[in-house]
T-cell receptor
Framework: NAGVTQTPKFQVLKTGQSMTLQCAQD?????MSWYRQDPGMGLRLIHY???????DQGEVPNGYNVSRSTTEDFPLRLLSAAPSQTSVYFC???????????????FGPGTRLTVL | ELKVEQNPLFLSMQEGKNYTIYCNYS?????LYWYRQDPGKSLESLFV???NGAVKQEGRLMASLDTKARLSTLHITAAVHDLSATYFC???????????WGAGTKLIIKP
């Protein structure tokens, strides 16, 4: 059981470039989310998904797109990178199959993104 | 507005001392989670509190939940350096899968 995996671990982009951060989980969790963490700002929710084919915006969605074609994968796309998107990005998942008892979220290792 | 407030946000303490981190929240909920984050690392689940009066303990850490007061505490007993980390609480509001997060408490324990 690998849990939640993220790639890449580190990435440097130039302003205006696009890229996709990958996230996968092997726990059959229905809920997946993307957060960004900036110094002194805690965790901020970017987008989330409650199941395959269903996504919604979180607190800070501008400049990011997501899709959820399978239960396992939830990629985050940066459309045109900006220096303000320099951050650490975490993917998380939760759920217990069809029965939601509680919502303990499991986090991936994170992607450190720098936009120059 | 749903809010989760942690205090203190920063705590520097000596080894061997006891201290408590507080997590107050503004909405009705009976599910609260504590996480630990080491510098440069991801978040790791510490405690899951699922009802009023719930108490969980792991080593020198003990977490409790008072849903009537909308308050959770994370108590550190006889602190050791290895407990230095940032601790987050998060509240489950039950309307969807989202959690509402506190800002985190950075704990530094000096030898």
């Amino acid at each position: 059981n690998a849990g939640v995996t993220q790639t890449p671990k580190f990435q440097v982009l130039k302003t205006g470039q696009s890229m996709t951060l990958q996230c996968a989980q092997d726990m059959n969790h229905e809920y997946m989310s993307w957060y960004r963490q900036d110094p002194g700002m805690g965790l901020r929710l970017i987008h989330y998904s409650v199941g395959a084919g269903i996504t919604d915006q979180g607190e800070v969605p501008n400049g990011y797109n997501v899709s959820r074609s399978t239960t396992e994968d939830f990629p985050l796309r940066l459309l045109s990178a900006a220096p303000s998107q320099t951050s650490v990005y975490f993917c998380a998942s939760s759920g217990t199959g069809s029965k939601k008892f509680y919502n303990e979220q499991f986090f991936g290792p994170g992607t450190r993104l720098t936009v120059l | 507005e749903l809010k989760v407030e942690q205090n203190p946000l920063f705590l520097s303490m000596q080894e061997g001392k006891n201290y408590t981190i507080y997590c107050n929240y503004s909405t009705t909920s009976d599910r609260l989670y504590w996480y630990r984050q080491d510098p440069g690392k991801s978040l790791e689940s510490l405690f899951v509190l699922l009802s009023n009066g719930a108490v969980k303990q792991e080593g020198r850490l003990m977490a409790s939940l008072d849903t009537k007061a909308r308050l959770s505490t994370l108590h550190i007993t006889a602190a050791v350096h290895d407990l230095s980390a940032t601790y987050f609480c998060a509240v489950d509001v039950d309307s969807n899968y989202q959690l509402i997060w506190g800002a985190g408490t950075k704990l530094i324990i000096k030898p």
